[in-house]
């Protein structure tokens, strides 16, 4: 009869821990919002492995553009944000939303077009007087439209040029509201020009008669930052855990990794930490 109790206490026991366990283990984890190119480009299936292999700290990724992300951010629906518009990260962090602001790695936005290249922008290095040269012949280019970095990069070079957009919308501006795979689906079965981040063209397989028509103006240099969630204002963010994936991606062993991602030969972000 004590034999009986003392192993139908163990077998309590034991219970009582496979259940706990899946609460113990649902706790380890942060939730990172981020772009679409980080998601789409593959290099959180790269990278994200190493960190949970190190810390234990799995990382759930919601992918959306920047706008969107900093929304979240500004919920407390996310514990970590990775973007990359630098004026909406910076009002994010003034707003008091955002513990601070850390740059972590870049890469560049590039012109895709058809092959045909209607407006004659191949070649050329200022992406100003490309999009002024894709409006003067009312090529047809396609916007993302979503509030993303790259939307709000291409919405600010169209501004330089002077280009009314949203007076020719639905003409040969066309917005489609989407992420950038979408946009350059669009432009693929299009024959349209569009402005893409480098790590999703990259990435990208149905070019279809797409090409990458112009790059290497400084104004399409792209800088992704990491942002803590101000767990001062959303009490529930995790910040122990969110500053440890900071920290790691910052640390020269996460830099290396960053570095470490290529495709095709090509290393799609350089990592830019600064020391502190």
């Known amino acids: ?18 259940l706990a366990a899946p609460a113990w283990t649902a706790e380890k984890f942060i939730t990172l919002s981020s ?16 960190f949970t292999a190190k810390t234990g700290i799995e990382v759930r990724v919601i992918a959306v553009g920047t706008g969107q992300a900093l929304k979240l951010g500004e919920q407390g629906d996310a ?9 909406g990260e910076e009002k994010f962090i003034r707003d008091g939303h955002g513990v601070e602001r850390l740059e972590v790695m870049y890469n560049d936005f590039v012109i895709i077009g ?9 070649g050329m290095k200022d992406a100003v007087e490309a999009f002024r040269a894709i409006a003067r012949k009312q090529s047809t280019f396609i916007s993302r439209g979503d509030d993303s970095g790259t939307h709000r ?26 992420g950038m795979s979408a946009a350059l689906n669009t432009a693929a079965g299009l024959e ?3 402005l893409s981040d480098r790590a999703t063209w990259a990435t ?14 400084p104004r399409l240099f792209n800088q992704y930052a990491l942002i803590l969630v101000n767990p001062g204002r959303h009490p529930h963010v995790k910040k122990a855990e969110g500053q440890r ?13 960053i570095g470490a991602y290529v495709v095709g030969g090509q290393t799609l972000f350089h990592p830019n930490a600064r020391a502190k």
């Open 35 to 50: 772009t679409t190119s980080t998601q789409n480009s593959g290099l959180f299936d790269y990278l994200l492995p190493k």
């Open 192 to 194: 349209a020009y569009t």
């Open 114 to 122: 058809p092959r045909s290249d209607p407006a004659g922008v191949r």
């Open 245 to 257: 994936f900071i920290d790691w991606m910052l640390s020269p062993e996460g830099q290396q990794v």
């Open 153 to 178: 990069e291409e919405l600010r070079l169209w501004g330089e040029a002077g280009v009314d957009v949203r007076a020719a919308s639905g003409k040969w501006y066309k917005d489609i509201g989407g």
């Open 79 to 87: 514990d970590v944000l990775l973007v990359h518009d630098r004026a």
């Open 204 to 217: 990208f397989k149905n070019r279809g008669n797409l090409e990458l028509l112009a790059e290497g103006d």
């Open 1 to 18: 009869m004590k034999l009986n109790l003392r192993l139908k206490g163990v077998f309590t026991g034991l219970l009582l821990a496979l």
